[in-house]
């Protein structure tokens, strides 16, 4: 009876893992094609894209009640407990990061009928970039529990800060330089906000990896990219575009 307990709890954290790997997969696939989206200013993409974010979510919901009846039945202790409260933790984050690669995606409907600057999105594609990079380098570390990728991640969260801060600077120039560019760039101060934000889940997840493996927890401040740098004050989510 006991071995068949066990082998019925491995089984619950196999599905929450798979779960999780699927999520993963979706992010990403939500994040670059949002991007190719905005570089083409592609609305058929971008509305695949935002029609995606639906799977994202009821993965969450899935995670979410499983871990819960989980822990109800097993009563979990120890590394055992971090990995359920690590799972409902990352499936947040990723929902987040899904919910992000939409917003940009729901940008790019906007901007469709406005005149356009393809040197504007030259910084947003580099943050990008970097977000991505961050985004799988979390998953695999989460996969493979490397505290060492993990904290690498955490660091690394500094970058795509001050990037944010340079895009903004070079966005508002653009602007600056004819009123004709204010609407489009404005349009992409948000989108960079967005995959600043991307950046900040995917250190969210850093974290919770580190104390999954460790039962330990990074500090509290994070790097930074940025001392006296201007920053939209866009912490909330966005839901209506």
């Given amino acids: 009876m006991a071995e068949h307990i066990v082998s019925a709890y491995n089984k619950e954290l196999e599905v929450l893992g798979r779960k999780i790997a699927e999520m993963g997969g979706i992010a990403e696939r939500m994040l670059s094609d949002a991007m190719d989206a905005l570089s083409a200013v592609d609305v058929?993409?971008?509305r695949s894209v935002i029609a995606m974010d639906i799977r994202l979510d009821i993965l969450q919901r899935e995670i979410e009640d499983s871990a819960i009846l989980t822990i109800a039945r097993r009563q979990p202790m120890?590394?055992?407990?971090r990995e359920i409260v690590a799972a409902?933790?990352?499936s947040g984050d990723l929902e987040r990061v899904g919910d992000l690669a939409k917003n940009i995606s729901a940008r790019?409907?906007?901007?469709a009928?406005?005149?356009?600057l393809p040197r504007a999105i030259i910084g947003l594609k580099h943050m990008n970039e970097i977000a991505a990079t961050q985004l799988k380098d979390v998953l695999d570390a989460y996969a493979?529990?490397?505290v060492e990728k993990v904290q690498a991640v955490w660091k690394r969260d500094a970058d795509l800060d001050a990037l944010e801060d340079s895009v903004f600077r070079d966005l508002l120039?653009?602007?600056m330089e004819d009123p004709r560019n204010i609407s489009f760039c404005a349009h992409l101060l948000f989108c960079s906000k967005n995959i600043e934000r991307v950046g900040d889940h995917t250190t969210n997840i850093a974290e919770t990896v580190f104390y999954l493996v460790t039962g330990e927890s990074l500090p509290m401040d994070r790097p930074k990219g940025r001392v006296n740098g201007l920053k939209l004050d866009n912490e909330a989510p966005e839901t209506t575009i």
């Fill in 144 to 146: 493979q529990r490397d």
């Fill in 44 to 46: 058929d993409l971008a």
């Fill in 108 to 111: 790019v409907l906007k901007i």
């Fill in 113 to 116: 009928s406005e005149p356009r």
């Fill in 78 to 81: 120890a590394l055992d407990l």
């Fill in 88 to 90: 409902i933790r990352v």
């Fill in 173 to 175: 120039t653009f602007m």
